[in-house]
T-cell receptor, first 114, second 112 residues
Framework: DTGVSQDPRHKITKRGQNVTFRCDPI?????LYWYRQTLGQGPEFLTY????????KSRLLSDRFSAERPKGSFSTLEIQRTEQGDSAMYLC????????????FGQGTRLTVV | AQSVTQLGSHVSVSEGALVLLRCNYS??????LFWYVQYPNQGLQLLLK??????LVKGINGFEAEFKKSETSFHLTKPSAHMSDAAEYFC??????????FGTGTSLTVIP
């Protein structure tokens, strides 16, 4: 399977704990996106990488959120001191710099903070 | 600034009837426009896209959309709904900063 892969698919954590999600994009894609989706809403942009460079961060991405893409391949999204409001689906997507411009999405990580 | 408005958060159609999901966008430059479909607890799957060229775009599963610049619209249609079309549909615009902006989605219900 050469699609976008996210791990884990589901995460339940207690408030105040730290969590980390992983995204493996399509191998030849150099752009990687993180989105957050809550029930009944469309995906909201969090951050965007081109290769290893984090080019843009949303204001939604508070200081408790950090994302990395150290070698321009996989990416991690960490949430520190989780709050109940962080409960959402976290979606990763990748796209190619050239050619097709659409983003290919992973199946998401559903985070529940209890 | 780019934004997307999807009119109608819920649409119900009978099986075999026309599907029409509405999307209007605002963009300061010629947009790249997309429709994605999402099934429960799944990621988003591309249905179709408009970048340049022909304004009537055909996608997967019999869906198509027409880019109308004068109306700033990119409505999604399908001549005959199938039960398997029941899902959440999102319109999106890609801005010059390579960010995708999504609408709030339209939930399609197909009535047998």
């Amino acid at each position: 399977d050469t699609g976008v892969s996210q791990d884990p698919r589901h995460k339940i954590t207690k408030r105040g704990q730290n969590v980390t999600f992983r995204c493996d994009p399509i191998s030849e894609h150099n752009r990687l996106y993180w989105y957050r989706q809550t029930l009944g809403q469309g995906p909201e942009f969090l951050t965007y990488f081109q290769n290893e460079a984090q080019l843009e961060k949303s204001r939604l991405l508070s200081d408790r959120f950090s994302a990395e893409r150290p070698k321009g391949s996989f990416s991690t999204l960490e949430i520190q001191r989780t709050e109940q409001g962080d409960s959402a689906m976290y979606l990763c997507a990748s796209s190619s710099y050239e050619g097709n411009t659409e983003a290919f999405f992973g199946q998401g990580t559903r985070l529940t903070v209890v | 600034a780019q934004s997307v408005t999807q009119l109608g958060s819920h649409v119900s159609v009978s099986e075999g009837a026309l599907v029409l999901l509405r999307c209007n966008y605002s963009s300061s430059v010629p947009p790249y426009l997309f429709w994605y479909v999402q099934y429960p607890n799944q990621g988003l799957q591309l249905l179709l896209k408009y970048t340049t060229g022909a304004t009537l775009v055909k996608g997967i599963n019999g869906f198509e959309a027409e880019f109308k610049k004068s109306e700033t619209s990119f409505h999604l249609t399908k001549p005959s709904a199938h039960m398997s079309d029941a899902a959440e549909y999102f319109c999106a615009v890609l801005n010059t900063g390579n960010q995708f902006y999504f609408g709030t989605g339209t939930s399609l219900t197909v009535i047998p």
